[in-house]
């Protein structure tokens, strides 16, 4: 079973920065394609950045030029570098894998962006 825990979420104030890590566990992580989405209070989850098994990467156009999205196969974690960050990127950000038709999610991390 595949275990996923999403980590580096706060409050940061307009323009700055965070990096999100995503510690993946329970089967081979360079088998799995990866996705960050998120979720804002009153709106559908939305993908923001995906990665996949072979390293094809896709951004939302909202996130384009601002955040960038990675692997690191040996240490099975996924991250995601946010800079100029706004307040509409404030949502709780999950992490998500999938291989075939398998994909787990984790539990979720706070990003509040305000002055």
């Known amino acids: 079973q595949v275990q996923l825990v999403e980590s580096g979420g706060g409050l940061v104030q307009p323009g700055g920065s965070l990096r999100l890590s995503c510690a993946f566990s329970?089967?081979?992580?360079?088998?799995?394609?990866m996705r960050w989405y998120r979720q804002a209070p009153g709106k559908e989850r939305e993908l923001v950045a995906g990665?996949?098994?072979?390293?094809?990467?896709n951004y939302a156009d909202s996130v384009k030029g601002r955040f960038t999205i990675s692997r690191d196969n040996a240490k099975s974690a996924l991250y995601l570098q946010m800079n100029s960050l706004k307040p509409e990127d404030t949502a709780v950000y999950y992490c998500?894998?999938?291989?075939?038709?398998?994909?787990?999610w984790g539990q979720g991390t706070q990003v509040t962006v305000s002055p």
């Open positions: 990665i996949t098994s072979g390293g094809s990467i």
């Open positions: 998500n894998a999938y291989r075939a038709n398998w994909a787990y």
């Open positions: 329970g089967r081979i992580f360079s088998m799995y394609s």
